[in-house]
């Protein structure tokens, strides 16, 4: 399934529902997440990457691929393996149009 939209560095969507957020793109759950956040990461804790995605698991007992398509049409892929913690999970990025415009994920792997 995927969504699409837009989400610039230092924006944010946390709108909770019965298991995950609405998408701020077109209203589509996202399975199992709380909250997605894109940030731009020019501190000194990321020397090597400008952007990243943060997405916020509410559940740990399912597999899940999240896959997040920048403006230049990059896709990077975030894991959500069963078992894995609850809370923040990260892909970090470099890109020239850092905006957001797809999430599409995928349950099992």
Request: a negative charge.
């Amino acid at each position: 399934m995927s969504t699409k939209g837009l989400m610039k560095p230092r924006e944010s969507m946390t709108v909770p529902g019965r298991d995950g957020p609405r998408s701020i793109f077109d209203g589509s759950f996202i399975p199992d997440v709380q909250s997605i956040s894109l940030d731009d990461t020019s501190f000194p804790d990321y020397p090597l990457y400008k952007y990243k995605v943060t997405l916020v698991r509410i559940r740990q007992d399912t597999n899940y691929e999240y896959f997040f398509t920048d403006e230049s049409c990059d896709t990077y892929r975030l894991s959500s393996i069963a078992g894995s913690p609850i809370g923040s999970h990260e892909v970090s990025y470099n890109s020239d149009r850092p905006n957001i415009v797809e999430i599409t994920w995928q349950h099992g792997f």
